[in-house]
């Protein structure tokens, strides 16, 4: 499953920075630098994540049956967060992304780094991408 | 620079020699928490291992030594704010239980449909909200002092705000936020020569400088031990007693009795009427070992060297172009609210955590003032007794470092 495969990918990625916390940030912040910035007509409330403490948006066209996303997020280090998880379900069809399951973000110590408070921002924002998919069924 | 003795205070506080990231600890969430010294901890752990037990009432040994270091807390506790008798020494959970209940007991029974309470834009959420929701069951009306641009209050303002209808008003001693030391003394003076009772909400105060309820002149006074490098879960409310006198209780239950039937049941005298429940021994018996800390050092002193430490702190941060200051008044404590443009508070508190620095990021339970300054958060530094030179010199290079990525 590719979902699978490009979390490991990211796992191998964050296992070269020795759990260095400053690295992890860094890095972070540079993939965070590499999502394209949303257009204002994106901005809007429909498209907040919430339960996140720093605001964060998502967006997706739905075309052949593949899911394509678009977020942002007004702190660099949440926008890398975002970035990771639009690369493991970008390209992917809605029933891919649902019956998918999320494991780099424990084993990369992301959660350890980011804390809990911030943890559970993001599982609303991976929430939001399952929501995303499941309405894309049901309208597809 | 003072004689402030710096090195063995750290050495008084253990968590000081924690490794952050391989970083040194350097703790500048202070108005969140301080850190406990040994005294307290071992107090702690000495109660548990050699004398727990409940208090009051007990006919045994191990009763009678927990009441008698219980309640000397609270003479400690007198002295400490010079209040003139323990019966005006209420211990609570913390400030905010001490402003909880005044709202719940003195303003639910005796203000009426139309009365008016007082605040300031600068308040915590724990001297906004108990009265919020007082005033909703009584309809009472709510004001608010505005804030200048530099962080004070405006006093003017407050003037215009007193009339026949003000019955209470509750004001900070020291913005958590912005680190402004308000002129209580002159606030309680006008607001009682208006006919006004007030609280003054010390969470702040207690730790960085003296502070003195007769000379203040209010009428209820609260404050927490955790602020003052006391344990968690204890606090206190001061009454002026023939007020407390006069206000029913506020939770039912043990302790707070004299004597219980189905038919009725008549409150034990004061201090106990405001007690209900086994309270929380232990705790109030390490307080009493972190108000000895700061009678030991003297709050002159410590208050003297924070000034240095704050006027340093200042003075580099104000070298930086892209910090943008909030508070800036002449009167305030150690305490720096600041935001960077193009960087966002959120970001900068991961980083400075990432070289061992922990300072606060976010609204520090002020929306309302965070709103009437268009700001969602911001980076708060707050300084205590124990941090130094040294350590404002390292965080202010990191964050010139983390601010140009």
């Known amino acids: 499953m590719i979902i699978d495969q490009i979390q490991e990918e990211i796992i191998d990625n964050f296992n070269m920075l020795d759990d260095d916390i400053e690295m992890s940030l860094n890095y972070l912040m540079e993939l965070g630098e590499g999502l394209e910035p949303l257009g204002d007509e994106l901005r809007i409330d429909d498209n907040i994540i919430k339960g996140c403490q720093s605001k964060v948006w998502l967006s997706h066209t739905f075309e052949d049956n593949k899911l394509i996303f678009f977020g942002d997020s007004n702190t660099a280090i949440t926008k890398g967060l975002l970035s990771l998880l639009i690369s493991v379900f970008n390209n992917r069809t809605p029933k891919e992304i649902l019956e998918s399951k999320l494991f780099f973000i424990n084993e990369t110590g992301l959660c350890r780094f980011i804390g809990t408070q911030r943890s559970n921002g993001l599982e609303a924002m991976e929430n939001k991408f399952k929501i995303i998919a499941l309405n894309s069924l049901k309208n597809g | ?405």
């Not at chain 2, 707070?256 to 409150?267: A, G, H, L």
């Not at chain 2, 200051?325 to 508070?345: A, C, M, N, P, R």
């Not at chain 2, 268009?374 to 707050?382: F, I």
Request: charged share 25%; with cysteine.
């Open chain 2, 1 to 405: 620079m003072s004689n402030f003795p710096i090195s063995e205070i750290r050495k008084d506080f253990p968590i000081l020699e924690t490794k952050i990231n391989k970083n040194d600890l350097v703790y500048f969430d202070n108005a969140a928490t301080t850190q406990k010294p040994q005294s307290v901890i071992d107090s702690l752990s000495n109660y548990y291992k050699s004398f727990n037990s409940n208090i009051h009432r007990g006919v045994h040994q191990l009763a009678e030594k927990a009441t008698e270091e219980f309640e000397s807390t609270r003479e400690t506790a007198k002295s400490f704010i010079n209040a003139s008798s323990t019966n005006e020494i209420i211990f609570t959970r913390g400030a905010t239980e001490g402003i909880n209940l005044v709202a719940a007991s003195y303003c639910k029974n005796f203000l009426k449909k139309g009365d008016e309470i007082i605040i300031s834009e600068m308040e915590h959420h724990s001297n906004i909200v108990p009265w919020q929701m007082v005033a909703k069951e009584n309809d009472l009306v709510i004001k608010t002092i505005k804030v200048t641009g530099k962080g004070e209050l405006d006093m003017e303002h407050f003037k215009s705000l007193l009339n026949e209808n003000t019955k209470f008003v509750s004001i900070v001693y020291i913005s958590n936020t912005l680190g402004t030391i308000n002129p209580v003394k002159e606030l309680v003076n006008i607001s009682n020569n208006a006919g006004a009772k007030v609280l003054v909400d010390a969470a702040q105060a207690t730790s960085h400088k003296n502070v003195d309820v007769k000379d203040l002149n209010c009428d209820f006074f609260v404050f927490s031990a955790h602020k003052m490098y006391g344990p968690t879960g204890v606090g206190i409310l001061y009454g002026k007693e023939k007020i407390l006198e006069k206000m029913p209780p506020y939770m039912g239950g043990g302790e707070m009795i004299k004597d219980v039937s189905f038919e009725d049941t008549t409150y034990n005298t004061l201090p106990y009427k405001f007690e209900a429940g086994t309270p929380n021994i232990g705790d109030v018996i390490g307080f009493k070992k972190a108000i000895e800390y700061l009678n030991d050092l003297g709050r002159q002193n410590i208050y003297k060297y924070e000034k240095e430490i704050r006027d340093h702190a200042w003075k580099e941060l104000k070298k930086i172009d892209r910090i943008k200051l909030v508070g800036t008044s002449d009167s305030k404590i150690g305490i720096f609210s600041f935001y960077v443009e193009g960087f966002h508070y959120y970001d900068l508190g991961l980083f400075l955590d990432a070289k061992g620095i922990a300072i606060r990021t976010g609204h520090h339970c002020t929306q309302p003032l965070m709103d009437k300054m268009n700001l969602d958060g911001t980076a708060r530094v707050s300084l205590a007794m124990y941090n130094t030179y040294e350590e404002i010199n390292y965080f202010i290079d990191e964050l010139k470092k983390i601010i140009s990525k």
